[in-house]
């Protein structure tokens, strides 16, 4: 620590060496006319001689990684938004006065140069600097570059640190931004117009979670942060906009791992007049777009696994999942009691107040889940666990409702919606039961919401596709918070400096 200390005091003298010779250390704007990834890819075969007849003038900024000091020379690399490039700066080019402005530059400050394109002797591009400036003097010293940043727990809280010391990680939101652009694009083209509903809602409703509460001076109520856009968009489909989807924040006052935070971002959107099939259909089709454009490719690998997302993908109802996945059997599936005793032999600790549907729930979740790593639509859901859905004409104990699976995780949430406002008024009172037996995520009732289906609703269907989970997918991020760019953690020491070090004082 003494020493991290001691770098800082270093950095804070050179500081304030540059105010006293009158040199800003915190300078303003600089005109940028190239970005050194797109100079590295432009030029990487252009060789020396073209460069020396045909001079290439470039003006830069960026944030100084390396740094050589060579006496009358200094070799250096600036890294930018999209990637790195060398430059090289000369005590007679620059002159004296200008030139010792380095001796008061250290790794991780930005600068500002201006110059042209080289070759040096051993063939690397890069920058002969006319001229530059210090535009931020940084105060504490980066992560070592050639370890890199690899304390995870740094990573997550500094995320800044992480864009800087790993180019992976900018790699990943990158690819984030991208995903999300092409599934705006996809349902553009089908005719879906884009909403945005609430995040502050009078009912908490469209999910079994548990929310936030928050409370409203002026108008004096408590509103809860939304766990699901999906009643607000249902109301919309009542209102005749009969393709919408939202890419939308939700919040839920849950647990935290690899594969849940709190606040987390969804695409959900609704079709009238489709179906749970219809739904199926179209996912075949999206997420392998998805892949092409992305990747290149219908195949990629997820954590040491090859996954194939080529259309069609298998269908499995929850019954047979667990007979032919779970080896659960098919006698033991029908009967409460049956059921609860299988799941206590395969060390499930089961609740009393267990319905058939949610240990059905639990047995998918323990047996069958984790091992659906090729895209699969687990299909036909327990109606008890659908209070939103339509149920099967040809088995009222089952929803027309599927779940995609890929790498083990759920990616995809969808059903046939219910608009039959009398049950759904039915649905809504045994969920408040529910909730009167201490299940804190049941459904509330939502009366506004069930006058807008006694207006009537069209048949519809909707789904919900997690964001996280899917650039998790397309970028082999083996948890959520690597692909959230400030994700929650649990509180820590005001003030976090570098990796190891604690407050300076």
Not at 192 to 202: A, I
Not at 351 to 358: D, I, L, R, T, V
Not at 451 to 472: C, F, K, Q, S, T
Request: proline residues 6%; glycine residues 8%; hydrophobic residues 40%.
């Amino acid at each position: 620590m003494e020493e991290i200390n001691q770098l800082i005091r270093e950095r804070r003298r050179k500081l304030e060496e540059l105010r006293r010779i009158g040199i800003d250390p915190y300078g303003s704007r600089w005109e940028v006319n190239a970005l050194a990834g797109e100079l590295q890819q432009r030029y990487r075969e252009t060789p020396a001689t073209v460069l020396e007849t045909e001079p290439v003038s470039v003006s830069l900024a960026g944030r100084v990684m390396t740094l050589r000091d060579h006496g009358k020379a200094t070799f250096a690399h600036l890294q930018d938004r999209s990637g790195q490039i060398q430059i090289y700066l000369r005590k007679d080019i620059l002159g004296e006065e200008t030139y010792q402005l380095l001796k008061l530059t250290d790794i991780g400050d930005l600068l500002g140069i201006t110059g042209h394109l080289f070759r040096t002797r051993t063939g690397e591009l890069s920058v002969w600097v006319q001229g530059f400036r210090i535009l931020t003097k940084s105060l504490w010293p980066l992560p070592e570059k050639w370890h890199g940043l690899v304390d995870v727990e740094t990573r997550y809280r500094q995320r800044y640190l992480d864009l800087v010391a790993n180019p992976e990680a900018a790699m990943i939101f990158t690819r984030r931004s991208q995903i999300i652009r092409e599934i705006r694009d996809f349902f553009d083209q089908r005719g879906f117009l884009e909403v945005e509903t609430p995040m502050m809602q009078g009912v908490a409703g469209g999910a079994a979670a548990r929310p936030f509460m928050t409370y409203h001076n002026a108008l004096g109520i408590d509103l809860y942060l939304r766990i699901a856009p999906e009643l607000y968009l249902k109301r919309l489909l009542v209102g005749g906009l009969d393709r919408v989807y939202e890419i939308n924040r939700n919040f839920r006052n849950e647990g935290i791992d690899t594969r849940h935070n709190p606040e987390f971002t969804m695409l959900e959107f609704y079709q009238a007049y489709a179906d749970y099939r219809d739904l199926m259909a179209l996912t075949e089709e999206m997420v392998p777009h998805l892949c092409r454009t992305i990747l290149g490719t219908e195949q990629l690998t997820y954590q040491g696994e090859r996954i194939n997302l080529s259309p069609p993908w298998p269908r499995l109802a929850v019954a047979e999942a667990l007979r032919k996945v779970g080896g659960v059997q098919e006698e033991d599936l029908g009967d409460i009691e049956r059921v609860r005793a299988v799941a206590g032999h395969r060390g499930i600790q089961v609740k009393a107040e267990w319905g058939w549907g949610k240990l059905l729930d639990e047995l998918m979740a323990h047996l069958v889940e984790p091992h659906l790593i090729q895209p699969t639509f687990l299909v036909d859901f327990p109606l008890e666990l659908s209070p939103l859905a339509k149920q099967k004409p040809d088995d009222p104990r089952l929803a027309e409702r599927f779940e995609l699976f890929v790498a083990g995780m759920e990616l995809v949430n969808a059903y046939t919606e219910l608009n039959d406002p009398q049950e759904q008024r039915r649905r809504f009172q045994e969920q408040l039961q529910e909730r009167e037996r201490g299940d804190e995520e049941a459904h509330r009732m939502d009366e506004d919401f069930v006058r807008a289906l006694e207006y009537g609703m069209p048949p519809a269907a909707g789904e919900g596709i997690g964001i996280d989970r899917l650039v998790m997918l397309f970028t082999d991020s083996p948890s959520i918070r690597d692909v959230i760019l400030f994700p929650q953690l649990r509180p820590k020491g005001e003030g976090i400096g570098p990796p190891g070090s604690s407050d300076v004082v």
